[in-house]
């Protein structure tokens, strides 16, 4: 993962134009982080994820989910790229034509060997800070889901596991899950 140093803001970040491409780029307090795609465990993981989103919301229809690329505006120096996030359907007008341009209710980050420390550290802040109510961290090579919840002005950890076992999205009420089924190639 390679940082610029010079400050940015949202609106100068997208109109840049000299991005390499096959990378990633995000916006984290008004510097640029530039990122290599995904690995395919990584994505192995996410279209497991999409399947039993899609699933639980064919019948729930409580709102919208993305998975990446998709920008997320979370203020005027911060835009970043989730795995995957939701937002309810009575905050759908923070759906932009390209981009979300407020707080979801709901952010998953897939850690990678070049993203953990910004997932649990910098980005995990972010999402603190813009009190974004449930924040996934799922780790693929110790096959580990954490689901944390913002209480009282934190993260709570609401839901561990590790290989197997079941996990339960607080906001998302039904929405669970064994996990070995998101790490089973």
Same mark, same amino acid.
């Given at each position: 993962?390679?940082?610029?140093?010079?400050?940015?803001?949202?609106?100068?970040?997208?109109?840049? +134009?000299?991005?390499?491409?096959?990378?990633?780029?995000?916006?984290?307090? /008004?510097? @640029?982080?530039?990122?290599?795609?995904?690995?395919?465990?990584?994505?192995? @993981?996410?279209?497991?994820?999409?399947? $039993?989103?899609?699933?639980?919301?064919?019948?729930?229809?409580? /709102?919208?989910?993305?998975?990446?690329?998709?920008?997320?505006?979370?203020?005027?120096?911060?835009?970043?790229?989730?795995?995957?996030?939701?937002?309810?359907?009575?905050?759908?007008?923070?759906?932009?034509?390209?981009? $979300?341009?407020? $707080?979801?209710?709901?952010?998953? +980050? @897939?850690?990678?060997?070049?993203?953990?420390?910004?997932?649990?550290?910098?980005?995990?802040?972010? #999402?603190?800070?813009?009190?974004?109510?449930? #924040?996934?961290?799922?780790?693929?090579?110790?096959?580990?889901? +954490?689901?944390?919840? #913002?209480?009282? /002005?934190? #993260?709570?950890?609401?839901?561990?596991?590790?290989?197997? /076992?079941?996990?339960?999205?607080? @906001?998302?009420?039904?929405?669970?899950?064994? $996990?070995?089924?998101?790490?089973?190639?």
């Amino acid at each position: 993962m390679e940082v610029v140093l010079e400050k940015y803001f949202v609106t100068d970040f997208l109109q840049k +134009e000299d991005f390499e491409e096959n990378f990633i780029y995000e916006l984290l307090n /008004g510097t @640029i982080v530039k990122r290599s795609a995904p690995s395919l465990l990584h994505q192995s @993981i996410l279209r497991k994820l999409v399947h $039993i989103f899609e699933d639980y919301l064919a019948e729930k229809k409580l /709102g919208e989910f993305f998975f990446a690329p998709i920008d997320v505006v979370l203020d005027e120096e911060n835009l970043v790229i989730p795995d995957l996030v939701f937002v309810f359907e009575s905050k759908k007008d923070i759906l932009k034509e390209n981009y $979300i341009a407020g $707080i979801p209710d709901l952010v998953v +980050e @897939i850690l990678s060997p070049s993203t953990a420390r910004y997932d649990r550290g910098e980005k995990m802040k972010l #999402y603190k800070k813009h009190q974004v109510p449930e #924040y996934w961290i799922i780790e693929p090579k110790m096959q580990v889901v +954490e689901i944390y919840t #913002y209480q009282n /002005g934190d #993260y709570d950890l609401q839901e561990y596991a590790m290989e197997k /076992g079941w996990v339960k999205s607080k @906001i998302l009420q039904d929405l669970q899950f064994d $996990i070995s089924e998101i790490f089973k190639t």
